[in-house]
C-alpha cells in the first residue's frame, strides 16, 4: 500500500516561489513514476509535472515550462518528490496533487496513476 503526504502549499505574491514535497512510502515505491497534478476550483485534475522512478526523465505541461522543475529523493521504502516552482502567477492557484503511478498509460492521465495525496493549496495573489 502506498501512502503520499504532500506539503508545502500556501500564498505567496505574483512572482513568488515555493516548494511543494510529497513524502511517500510503501513497498517499491522507489519503482514508481511520480506525478504532480492540480485541481482549481470548478475545474478537472490537471497534469502538471512527472518524474520517472529513476529521477532521469522528466515531463511538464506546457505552462510551467521553465518555472516549475520536479525532482526526486528516492530511498529503499521512502521517496519525496519536490516540485520547486518559480514565477508563480495567480493562474497557478490550485490544489496540487502528487501520484504514484505504475501502469504503461500516458503520464498526463490521471487514470494512469493508483494512489493520491491529500492535496495541498497554493494561492497565488495578484
Known amino acids: 500500500q502506498v501512502q503520499l503526504v504532500e506539503s508545502g502549499g500556501g500564498l505567496v505574491q505574483t512572482g513568488g516561489s515555493l516548494r511543494l514535497s510529497c513524502a511517500a512510502s510503501?513497498?517499491?515505491?522507489?519503482?514508481?513514476?511520480m506525478g504532480w497534478f492540480r485541481q482549481a476550483p470548478g475545474k478537472e485534475r490537471v497534469f502538471v509535472a512527472y518524474?520517472?522512478?529513476?529521477?532521469?526523465?522528466?515531463?511538464?505541461t506546457d505552462s510551467v515550462k521553465g518555472r516549475f522543475t520536479i525532482s526526486r529523493d528516492n530511498a529503499k521504502n521512502t521517496v519525496t518528490v519536490y516540485l520547486q516552482m518559480t514565477s508563480l502567477e495567480p493562474e497557478d492557484t490550485a490544489v496540487y496533487y502528487c501520484?504514484?503511478?505504475?501502469?504503461?498509460?500516458?503520464?498526463?492521465?490521471?487514470?494512469?496513476?493508483?494512489?493520491w495525496g491529500q492535496g495541498t493549496q497554493v494561492t497565488v495573489s495578484s
Open positions: 501520484a504514484a503511478k505504475s501502469s504503461l498509460l500516458t503520464y498526463t492521465a490521471t487514470a494512469s496513476y493508483h494512489s
Open positions: 510503501g513497498r517499491s515505491i522507489s519503482l514508481y513514476g
Open positions: 518524474v520517472s522512478g529513476s529521477g532521469g526523465t522528466a515531463y511538464y
